[in-house]
Nanobody, 113 residues
Framework: QVQLVESGGGLVQAGGSLRLSCVAS????????VGWYRQAPRKERERVAG????????WYTDSVRGRFTISRDNAKKTVYLQMNSLKAEDTAIYYC??????WGQGTQVTVYS
């Protein structure tokens, strides 16, 4: 089992940036792909970005491609989500996951215009 803890959320003006971190503890982290998801009020959880265990392969949903960058540092057991040019519609709770039941508690991102 991998325990995941997100951080880095906050309140930011539209056009600003935030960097989210997802720190893992427990069994080997470098063998896991990791995904970032988000859930806005009254909406279903959606996948935002993903990264392979090696970091060589990444994926983004269309609405964030070109603005968000996912990366990882396996030595630090950390996955990052750099979010630039933030929009009000990016407001949500952001979660990281390695799949299955392995989810963090989430970090709130609020973008105001």
């Amino acid at each position: 089992q991998v325990q995941l803890v997100e951080s880095g959320g906050g309140l930011v003006q539209a056009g600003g940036s935030l960097r989210l971190s997802c720190v893992a503890s427990g069994r080997a982290f470098s063998n896991n792909a990791v995904g970032w998801y988000r859930q806005a009020p009254r909406k279903e959880r959606e996948r935002v970005a993903g990264i392979s265990y090696s970091g060589l392969s990444t994926w983004y949903t269309d609405s964030v491609r070109g603005r968000f960058t996912i990366s990882r540092d396996n030595a630090k057991k950390t996955v990052y989500l750099q979010m630039n040019s933030l929009k009000a519609e990016d407001t949500a709770i952001y979660y990281c996951t390695t799949g299955g039941d392995n989810w963090g508690q989430g970090t709130q991102v609020t973008v105001y215009s």
